[in-house]
């Protein structure tokens, strides 16, 4: 299991780290600083979208909505997810994103969001 912490001064380290273990299969994205500001999420995000995860958590607020939709639509091989945060209105996932879910853990509106189509 890899966990990765991430905070605004370690952007460019995390990078590095995502990029070249390429080995990783299970993400703890934990990030309490509002990414979608902070020019150091963009390649943070690049980097997470081109791994081939199985398990993802990702800790997050309601402006992480598109960030988290866009991971999770660039990962089919993802079994389990764990959310972490407020409601994050996934409804514009896909309905063909995520073919291996299998268990899924986080709050109703998230889960109601998801889950239709991926029985």
Not at 10 to 38: G, K, P
Not at 99 to 117: E, I, N, Q, S
Request: glycine share 4%; with cysteine; hydrophobic share 40%.
């Amino acid at each position: 299991m890899s966990t990765i912490f991430t905070k605004i001064e370690s952007y460019r380290s995390t990078v590095t780290i995502l990029t070249q273990a390429t080995n990783i299969r299970d993400l703890d994205l934990c990030t309490f600083v509002d990414r979608t500001s902070h020019p150091g999420w963009r390649p943070v995000l690049e980097a997470v979208c081109q791994m081939k995860l199985i398990k993802f958590t990702f800790y997050a607020a309601p402006s992480d909505n598109d960030e988290l939709c866009r991971i999770l639509s660039t990962q089919p091989t993802l079994e389990e997810i764990v959310l972490d945060g407020n409601a994050l209105n996934l409804g514009q996932l896909d309905a063909t994103a995520l073919p291996k879910l299998k268990r899924l853990t986080a709050g109703l509106v998230d889960v109601v969001a998801l889950a239709p189509g991926r029985a």
